[in-house]
């Protein structure tokens, strides 16, 4: 059981050049996320995607598309990037439950990402 | 616009001593409080609170949330080095599927 899985762990870019980064999950989770974390800034959610099939804007999507492939898997993709890209991304998934009172949060290791 | 902020934003303490982590929200339809510890990597879930004025513990860490004042606590007694990361609590929406993280508490403990 890996729990959430991410890659790359590290990644340059230069403007302009696209990527996907990977996540997948083999918790049998429902809800997917995926995060970018900048200095002093926490975590800010970027896309999620409730269930497979279906995904929605998180606080800071601009520049960033996602696709939720199937149940286990979610990928980000940067179309054009920018040096303001240059962060932590981390993916994360969760069992949401409609009823019940919250929902943990498992997060994937991270993928370091520069932009020159 | 959902809001979490976290203070201190960081410390520095001596192994032994006890710390106190605050986290104040603002954030539309309110569910629940989540309190995470991040390392080098990944943030490791602590703790989950949805009601107010009673307190979850483990081990040397409890937490405690006031829906009332819209914050909560963590608390570390006898703290370790292996203590030293960055704290981060995060609110839940309503739906459960929207969470609002604060920018952390960075915790140095020293021998």
């Known amino acids: ?116 | 616009e959902d809001k979490v902020v976290q203070s201190p934003l960081s410390l520095v303490v001596h192994e032994g001593d006890t710390v106190t982590l605050n986290c104040s929200y603002e954030v539309t339809n309110f569910r629940s409080l989540l309190w995470y510890k991040q390392e080098k990597k990944a943030p490791t879930f602590l703790f989950m609170l949805t009601s107010s004025g009673i307190e979850k513990k483990s081990g040397r860490l409890s937490s405690i949330l006031d829906k009332k004042e819209l914050f909560s606590i963590l608390n570390i007694t006898a703290t370790q080095t292996g203590d030293s990361a960055v704290y981060l609590c995060a609110g839940v929406n309503n739906a459960g599927n929207m969470l609002t993280f604060g920018g952390g508490t960075r915790l140095m403990v020293k021998p």
């Open chain 1, 1 to 116: 059981n890996a729990g959430v899985t991410q890659t790359p762990k590290f990644q340059v870019l230069k403007t302009g050049q696209s990527m996907t980064l990977q996540c997948a999950q083999d918790m049998n989770h429902n809800s997917m996320y995926w995060y970018r974390q900048d200095p002093g800034m926490g975590l800010r959610l970027i896309y999620y995607s409730a269930s497979e099939g279906t995904t929605d804007k998180g606080e800071v999507p601009n520049g960033y598309n996602v696709s939720r492939l199937n149940k286990r898997e979610f990928s980000l993709r940067l179309e054009s990037a920018a040096p303001s890209q240059t962060s932590v991304y981390f993916c994360a998934s969760s069992s949401l439950r409609s009823s019940g009172r919250g929902n943990e949060q498992f997060f994937g290791p991270g993928t370091r990402l520069t932009v020159l």
